[in-house]
């Protein structure tokens, strides 16, 4: 896959269209592109999701094992998450900075997470014993590559958190103090879901030029200067102040400099679209949830959907079409050979004359 390559004229398109608040694709700075959520999506592994923005496609995984250590006390991130791009968007991330780039996602992951019972209320629930302790493996795959990448791996892992089943076990003394790992009941109604409903969500704010974005494409990206990388949890209402609201992670990425003095603006813009979007995420969730359980408990294939921007079947000649305005149809149609035909006709005259 090629590296996006932009002329002068584009980067200046791009980002005087930016200061003027408005984008390529119709946007303002603060809006999302549509976000499809689907979870599980995975069979094979304890609980999964897949989030997908425009062309960016994240694929989750969560594994768990039981986990032996001298003491479970001092074992305090008992999530592990792994970040690793497709042969797709291998290209993508290495022009990113490589492993680098995975490795920052990773350590924002973990500090994110990090903590015992401040993101996952039932956490000690992964305890057995002083010894023994399930270890949460958290694998994303980043199968391409279309801009917003960590906003849209947070909400991954949320999902795939929330739709994770981790099996009750009994621990049973043995001789010479050693324990037996027993499992009474079926794995199919035996367990416990891990309670991430409070996990937090990122917002990526790029400056690009003297103005700031959310959700930048992949095009956008190509011309950003910086990107602020804000972590920030779910507001506990609705009339909670924009000042009250906990932001986990500030981290700045990407070689170009910053002015200190945008850098309040960036957070303001941060926490008022994380407003929006865990208000969004949350919905959606809920929603997978409760169909889960109307089926019985039983895993099924939830129909993902835009929980964000404008659907894409809502576009205004889809719209105009189900109101019965066929006429919307015939004039697109017309005007697509007006400027079809022209450009048609030169071709035919240009190679009528060169032959004779």
Same mark, same amino acid.
């Given at each position: 896959?090629?590296?996006?390559?932009?002329?002068?004229?584009?980067?200046?398109?791009?980002a005087?269209?930016?200061?003027d608040?408005?984008?390529?694709?119709?946007?303002?700075?603060?809006?999302?592109?549509p976000i499809w959520?689907?979870?599980?999506?995975?069979?094979t592994?304890?609980g999964?999701?897949?989030?997908?923005?425009?062309?960016?496609?994240?694929?989750?995984?969560?594994?768990?094992?039981?986990l032996?250590?001298?003491?479970?006390?001092?074992?305090?991130?008992r999530l592990q998450?792994?970040?690793?791009?497709?042969?797709?968007?291998?290209?993508?991330?290495?022009?990113?900075g490589?492993?680098l780039?995975?490795e920052? %996602?990773?350590?924002v992951?973990t500090?994110?997470? +990090?903590g015992n019972?401040?993101?996952i209320?039932?956490?000690?629930?992964l305890?057995?014993?002083?010894?023994?302790?399930?270890?949460v493996?958290?694998?994303?795959v980043?199968q391409?590559y279309?801009g917003? %990448?960590?906003?849209?791996?947070f909400?991954a892992?949320?999902?795939a958190?929330l739709?994770?089943? %981790?099996?009750?076990l009994?621990?049973?003394?043995q001789?010479?103090?050693k324990?037996?790992?027993?499992?009474?009941?079926?794995?199919?109604?035996n367990?416990?879901?891990?309670e991430?409903?409070?996990?937090?969500l990122s917002?990526s704010v790029?400056?690009?030029?003297?103005?700031?974005?959310?959700?930048?494409t992949?095009v956008?990206?190509?011309?950003?200067r910086?990107?602020?990388w804000?972590?920030l949890?779910?507001?506990?209402s609705e009339?909670?102040?924009?000042?009250?609201?906990?932001?986990?992670?500030?981290?700045?990425?990407?070689?170009?400099?910053?002015d200190?003095?945008s850098?309040?603006?960036?957070?303001?813009?941060?926490?008022?679209c994380g407003?929006?979007? +865990?208000?969004?995420?949350?919905?959606? &969730?809920?929603?997978?949830?409760?169909e889960?359980?109307?089926?019985g408990?039983?895993?099924i294939?939830?129909?993902?959907?835009?929980i964000?921007?404008l659907?894409p079947?809502?576009?205004?000649?889809?719209?105009?079409?189900?109101?019965g305005c066929?006429?919307?149809?015939?004039?697109?149609?017309?005007?697509?050979?007006? &400027? %079809?035909v022209?450009?048609?006709i +030169?071709?035919?005259?240009v190679?009528?004359t060169?032959?004779r």
């Amino acid at each position: 896959m090629e590296p996006i390559l932009l002329g002068a004229a584009e980067k200046h398109f791009i980002a005087q269209g930016l200061a003027d608040g408005l984008r390529s694709d119709g946007r303002s700075i603060d809006d999302f592109r549509p976000i499809w959520v689907e979870s599980p999506a995975l069979t094979t592994t304890q609980g999964s999701s897949r989030v997908r923005i425009d062309t960016t496609d994240i694929l989750v995984g969560v594994k768990c094992e039981v986990l032996e250590c001298e003491d479970t006390s001092l074992t305090p991130n008992r999530l592990q998450f792994t970040v690793d791009p497709s042969c797709l968007a291998a290209a993508r991330t290495e022009a990113r900075g490589g492993e680098l780039f995975t490795e920052a %996602i990773e350590a924002v992951l973990t500090e994110a997470y +990090h903590g015992n019972g401040d993101v996952i209320s039932n956490m000690d629930k992964l305890i057995l014993s002083k010894q023994f302790m399930w270890k949460v493996y958290v694998d994303v795959v980043i199968q391409q590559y279309g801009g917003n %990448i960590l906003d849209a791996i947070f909400i991954a892992v949320k999902a795939a958190l929330l739709d994770t089943r %981790i099996t009750h076990l009994a621990l049973v003394a043995q001789d010479e103090g050693k324990f037996n790992i027993e499992c009474g009941e079926s794995t199919e109604t035996n367990f416990f879901r891990l309670e991430a409903a409070n996990a937090p969500l990122s917002i990526s704010v790029n400056q690009i030029g003297k103005s700031i974005a959310v959700d930048c494409t992949e095009v956008e990206e190509a011309v950003l200067r910086t990107s602020l990388w804000v972590v920030l949890d779910q507001p506990e209402s609705e009339r909670t102040a924009d000042d009250c609201v906990r932001l986990r992670v500030v981290k700045q990425m990407f070689a170009g400099g910053m002015d200190p003095r945008s850098i309040p603006a960036m957070l303001d813009l941060a926490v008022r679209c994380g407003r929006k979007l +865990h208000a969004a995420v949350n919905a959606r &969730l809920e929603e997978i949830r409760n169909e889960v359980e109307f089926s019985g408990g039983t895993v099924i294939k939830v129909q993902p959907i835009s929980i964000l921007g404008l659907e894409p079947e809502k576009h205004p000649l889809a719209v105009l079409l189900d109101q019965g305005c066929t006429c919307a149809l015939c004039i697109n149609i017309i005007l697509t050979c007006i &400027l %079809i035909v022209p450009g048609i006709i +030169h071709a035919i005259v240009v190679i009528v004359t060169h032959k004779r």
